[in-house]
């Protein structure tokens, strides 16, 4: 099991330009999620997907956009980059049913995106 | 509005020290979870626990414990004798009920650890 993985490691962007961050779990999870990581901030959550095909805002959607490809697969899109877009991006998954237990969520290893 | 503080920014400590990570919480529901995680400096996110808020049990595993208060909403982590591999960001996290558990952790800004030999 590769639990979750994210691709890519890093990532240097100009402003303006896009990109898509994709993630993907092996663990038949229902929950998928994205965050931001900045220093001293701890870690945001921008969008969130509770069950394949439906995808909702978290704390900082602006700028972003998510595609729950499968229930495998979501994917974190930046339509155009600015550098307060800078961060560190992890995505996760839980095996969250909406209104079950609150199971702990994996992460993946994280994204590296610089913008210029 | 759930949230998380983590007052101690940084903290740094002699090894075989015991040291304890404060978390505060605010949440208006009656269930909620609580978590901790570990942040290594590789960078990796580290499940250590869960907890409901219907368990106030003390918890210990190893050298961690928690201990959990929901008169005074903390949910603080102690690490006894302190080892240097120990070192690391660690976040407490919140979720509560209202988006039935599915929406997402709130987390704490993180306490770095620094354990020094």
């Known amino acids: 099991n590769a639990g979750v993985t994210q691709t890519p490691k890093f990532q240097v962007l100009k402003t303006g330009q896009s990109m898509t961050l994709q993630c993907a779990q092996d663990?038949?999870?229902?929950?998928m999620y994205w965050y931001r990581q900045d220093p001293g901030m701890g870690l945001r959550l921008i969008y969130y997907?509770?069950?394949?095909?439906?995808?909702d805002k978290g704390e900082v959607p602006n700028g972003y956009n998510v595609s729950r490809l499968n229930k495998r697969e979501f994917s974190l899109r930046l339509e155009s980059a600015a550098p307060s877009q800078t961060s560190v991006y992890f995505c996760a998954s839980s095996d969250q049913k909406t209104g079950g237990v609150h199971n702990e969520q994996f992460f993946g290893p994280g994204t590296r995106l610089t913008v210029l | 509005a759930q949230k998380v503080t983590q007052a101690q920014t940084e903290i740094s400590v002699v090894e075989k020290e015991d040291v304890t990570l404060d978390c505060v919480y605010e949440?208006?529901?009656?269930?909620?979870?609580l978590f901790w995680y570990k942040q290594p400096p590789s960078g990796e996110l580290v499940f250590l626990i869960r907890r409901n808020s219907f368990d106030e049990q003390n918890e210990i595993s190893g050298r961690y414990s928690w201990n959990f208060q929901k008169s005074t909403s903390s949910f603080n982590f102690t690490i006894t004798a302190s080892q240097v591999v120990d070192s690391a960001v660690y976040f407490c996290?919140?979720?509560?009920?209202?988006?039935?558990?599915?929406?997402?952790?709130?987390f704490g800004k993180g306490t770095h650890l620094i354990i020094q030999p």
């Open positions: 949440t208006r529901d009656t269930t909620y979870y």
């Open positions: 996290a919140l979720s509560d009920d209202s988006g039935g558990g599915a929406d997402g952790l709130t």
């Open positions: 663990m038949n999870h229902n929950s």
């Open positions: 997907s509770a069950s394949e095909g439906t995808t």
